[in-house]
């Protein structure tokens, strides 16, 4: 099955510097990989994703890239801000059409993020 | 909409004794999970729902049951409890499955002692 790693486990940043946070997965007919980020006794919220057919988004700070042959996909944030202090999950799943039954999504360990003031 | 609702927040039990996590969502998805939160360990799927009266395990099934016979409602239940069933719990929901944003609900703390 499915195996996600990521790293660093836990990342401290000044304000306004930029923060990468690295996952690995094992399965290479994994296509979809979510980023999620849940604050301090929250629930986990999407914030983005990327589907194996693309190899960067971006949303205002925040970047997703993805490397298919080296199986890694990296969240960038830019500009970091005290609110961005959380911890990040990413994950990974196999989408396949029509059959969508037992594609579970995998996360990784979690990195949890400071942001310094 | 309210979303995804879990209850109780809380939940204090001693080994042996059995309980049902609640959960429901009012958006009409289909499928719906439960998973696990432990420190340094991520979130681990314990069982998932593709539809009213179809279920299948996850990742770390054992100790806990489910049911869905009703599209909005997919409850956990936990046989006999144990000390390492106490995490956090997650209910999510999807429209379209796990290539898809999963909608969590706000959790629940359990302890068992």
């Known amino acids: 099955g499915e195996n996600v790693e990521q790293h660093p486990s836990t990342l401290s940043v000044q304000e306004g510097d930029s923060a990468v946070i690295k996952c690995t997965y094992s399965d290479s007919a994994s296509n979809y990989f979510p980023w999620y980020k849940q604050e301090l006794g929250k629930r986990p919220q999407l914030i983005i994703d990327?589907?194996?057919?693309?190899g960067e988004k971006k949303d205002q700070r925040i970047a997703v890239t993805l490397n298919k042959t080296a199986k890694h996909f990296s969240l960038h944030i830019t500009e970091t801000q005290p609110e961005d202090s959380a911890v990040y999950f990413c994950a990974a799943s196999r989408v396949s059409r029509p059959l969508e039954y037992g594609n579970k999504l995998v996360f990784g360990a979690g990195t949890i993020l400071r942001v310094k003031s | 909409n309210a979303g995804v609702t879990q209850t109780p927040k809380f939940q204090v039990l001693k080994t042996g004794q059995s309980m049902t996590l609640q959960c429901a969502q009012d958006?009409?998805?289909?499928?719906m999970s439960w998973y696990r939160q432990d420190p340094g360990m991520g979130l681990r799927l314990i069982h998932y729902s593709v539809g009213a009266g179809i279920t299948d395990q996850g990742e770390v099934p054992n100790g806990y049951n489910v049911s869905r016979s009703t599209t909005e409602d997919f409850p956990l239940r936990l046989l006999s409890a144990a000390p390492s069933q106490t995490s956090v719990y997650f209910c999510?929901?999807?429209?379209?499955?796990?290539?898809?944003?999963?909608?969590f609900g706000p959790g629940t703390r359990l302890t068992v002692t």
């Open positions: 990327i589907r194996s057919n693309v």
């Open positions: 999510a929901s999807s429209s379209s499955g796990f290539g898809y944003e999963q909608y």
């Open positions: 958006m009409n998805h289909e499928y």
